[in-house]
C-alpha cells in the first residue's frame, strides 16, 4: 500500500526475514536497495 506523503517504502518478505534483508525503495526516485534489517531505521535517518 502507498501512503501519500511518505518518502520511504519498506519491503519485507518471507525471503527477506530468512535473509535479515528489508528493500527499500525511495518513492520519488524509485530507486530500491536492500538493507540489513538492523540497519534500515539508520538508512532511513541518516
Do not use: F
Not at 535479515?20 to 524509485?30: C, F, L, N, Q
Amino acid at each position: 500500500m502507498d501512503l501519500i506523503g511518505l518518502p520511504w517504502q519498506v519491503i519485507i518478505g518471507p525471503r527477506g526475514m530468512k535473509e535479515g534483508i528489508a528493500e527499500v525503495k525511495h518513492r520519488k526516485t524509485g530507486a530500491r536497495e536492500n538493507v540489513a534489517l538492523d540497519k534500515v531505521v539508520e538508512r532511513l535517518t541518516g
